[in-house]
């Protein structure tokens, strides 16, 4: 389940919920965060370029903590998993690699010119995965 800190993306989680056999189902929580650009680091000293990493990645920890803890309490066995890169192939090879069985998001719903010039990280998923894609549209926005 890739999650992106928003509220949107985490609409996913109540069919998660549904849909989770407590007894055989292990969900794999996913935030991908954004790399850090190289010409930022160079403005600052190797301690800070390290400290901004470390808090952009405790930041996503706590994110996919909190949302393991609900799932937790609905006795669905979670996982979470920080990566940085680019998110729609993080999402794909974290999925190959696992072995998972199911991915599981939240779209925004884009379609025409505002998908074109936003791209969707959904569909990029959709068209590369080679285990099932659950679409959820998304609400909250």
Known sequence: VPLDGSRLAESVIDYVERIADPSRT??????VVAPVNPASLV???ESAAH???GEQRAKAEQYLERIRARLTRRRIAARTVVRAGDPAAIIVDR???????????????????????MGSVAEAVLRKSSVPVVL??????
């Open 26 to 31: 292990t969900v794999t929580l996913l935030r």
């Open 43 to 45: 403005l600052l000293d």
């Open 51 to 53: 400290r901004m990493i």
């Open 95 to 117: 999925a190959r690699a696992e072995g998972v069985d199911l991915i599981a998001l939240s779209t925004h719903g884009r379609t025409g010119l505002r998908r074109l010039l």
């Open 136 to 141: 959820a549209r998304g609400r909250g926005r």
